[in-house]
């Protein structure tokens, strides 16, 4: 996999290769990425900095019962807006997990910015002085692609977006709570590919599926012929690949000690 982050300038080809920081952080493992805002700070024993311990200690007391957290302490430039996300295939445990590691670590990577988002494989935390509940502002995206290409890229191209789409479709008609689809399509020869989308529960149905609809057209201009790829965003994700890596029996159920 490589990974690089492109900002979401019109018809922009310039990218920053993200080289993650291989620290020694206890036993929290590396991102996929995070961004530290660097426009906002706070200091040392501020009322923010106190704002922002009281939300992300109790933020995973908030779980709405299929992995969607979210939390807000104190008011004005003080006020800590967070949020988190599980991917919705994983069992409780694993999404508390990668929560308390978002948390541990995302304080580590970001010691004074305001605003903070960081990726892991099963979970997304994100952190900020502004309103990031039903919000599609996007600062930039990040991309994730399988080095390997399908021997039949036109095939594999047309199998890949009837998938997508009818998973967006999917994901994006789940309701206030969960919205969250995957699925798999046969591929050229006898491959399979497996497709995975999701959203925060707080965008509307429409919301969801234009922000997967984004990215999932930036599919052809950077990941085209590849065998994997996926783009992170704040608010929406999408994944596919030709093995599968999602559990198809497990939910992410009411938990919230």
């Not at 979401?8 to 920081?21: E, G, M, V």
């Not at 961004?35 to 009322?47: D, I, L």
């Not at 929560?99 to 910015?113: G, R, T």
């Amino acid at each position: 996999m490589f990974i690089l982050v492109g900002k979401p300038l019109l018809w922009s080809l310039s990218f920053i290769f993200i080289h993650l920081i291989h620290t020694t952080t206890l036993a929290q493992p590396e991102f996929l990425s995070f961004f530290c805002e660097n426009a906002s700070n706070y200091t040392v024993n501020s009322t923010y900095q106190r704002n922002l311990k009281t939300t992300l200690s109790a933020l995973p007391t908030t779980n709405n019962g299929f992995g969607f957290y979210n939390l807000s302490t104190g008011e004005g430039n003080d006020t800590v807006n967070a949020a988190a996300l599980c991917r919705g295939d994983v069992n409780p445990d694993v999404c508390r997990s990668c929560l308390n590691d978002s948390i541990v670590k995302l304080l580590q990577l970001c010691p004074n910015q305001k605003h903070a988002i960081g990726y892991y494989d099963y979970c997304m935390l994100k952190y900020s002085n502004e309103q990031i509940l039903g919000t599609t502002k996007i600062k930039f995206y990040v991309y994730l692609a399988n080095r390997q290409n399908s021997t039949d890229i036109d095939r594999f191209n047309g199998a890949l977006g009837p998938l997508l789409k009818k998973l967006r479709r999917d994901a994006a008609s789940g309701g206030p709570l969960r919205k969250f689809a995957s699925g798999n399509t046969r591929g050229p020869g006898f491959s399979t590919i497996y497709g995975l989308v999701q959203c925060t529960p707080d965008l509307s149905e429409e919301q969801c599926s234009d922000c997967l609809e984004d990215i999932v057209n930036r599919i052809t201009l950077y990941f085209n012929g590849a065998v994997g790829g996926r783009i992170l965003l704040p608010m929406c994700t999408f994944r596919y690949e030709i093995y599968r890596f999602f559990n198809q029996s497990a939910r992410v159920l009411a938990d919230s000690d």
